[in-house]
């Protein structure tokens, strides 16, 4: 009875934070237009981008109303991106997602913050080539003074996690623009890597650079074979440090114990 009781009450909660990403998802659309053209985020509200029809409550409902409406303005029947529901149902299951795999905890908390800070950031860097700023730097500032008050986490983990994370990418630049006298590597990623790595601590790092240069490179010559642009047509490289960085929270971090045993078996095998 008892376990039946759990399962329910588990599903409830689920359905729950599913819920509540969906309206975090539909907050981080606002952040994702308004935020790199330097708009006020909470003032005027959500209007149609096409005839500037301010948007009522029930037509911002997240993913229902986009459905509700067939994906077009009410008013001016333009049609409004599938990418606004598609963010909102991101968010949803990653918010899910997340609870089922940390329960209700201090990490859940901030690994919900986190994850909603990483997907703003990957759809503001695919529409604008650019992690601001106004994201990264907090972002690392969050991840490790939540080291600090997390009973789950250690500080020096996470300080390591950042230090490594923007070292590594900070001498790949360096050395790139040393050799090849121009600009690689974006200083967003840099510090997106730093900011990942105070909230995964540093065992996450050598599966994230290893992860997003496996996803990065396949999608990069599938790209340069389609637009036969060749590899140096440029796709940030954000969304794949972020796809990796997901991948570890999910269960990555075993993958990421194995890789590392690989190289450095001594040192941090856990006996
Ligand atoms: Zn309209």
Redesign the pocket.
Known sequence: MLDDFDRFWTLISALAFFGLGAIWGSFGNVLIYRVPLKKNIAWPGSA?P????PIAWRDNIPVLSWLWLRGK??????PISFRYPLVELLTAFVFAGLYLRFGLSWSLLEYLLFSFGLIVVTFIDLDHMLLPDVFTWPGMAVGLVGALLNPERRFWDAFLGAALGFGFLYAIAYIYLAIRKEEGMGGGDIKLLGWIGAVLGWKSIPFVILASSIIGSVVGIIFAIRTKGGLKSTIPFGPYLVLAALAYLFGGESIGQWYLDLFLPSLISPN
């Open positions: 149609c096409k005839c500037q029809a303005c009410r008013n001016c029947r333009a």
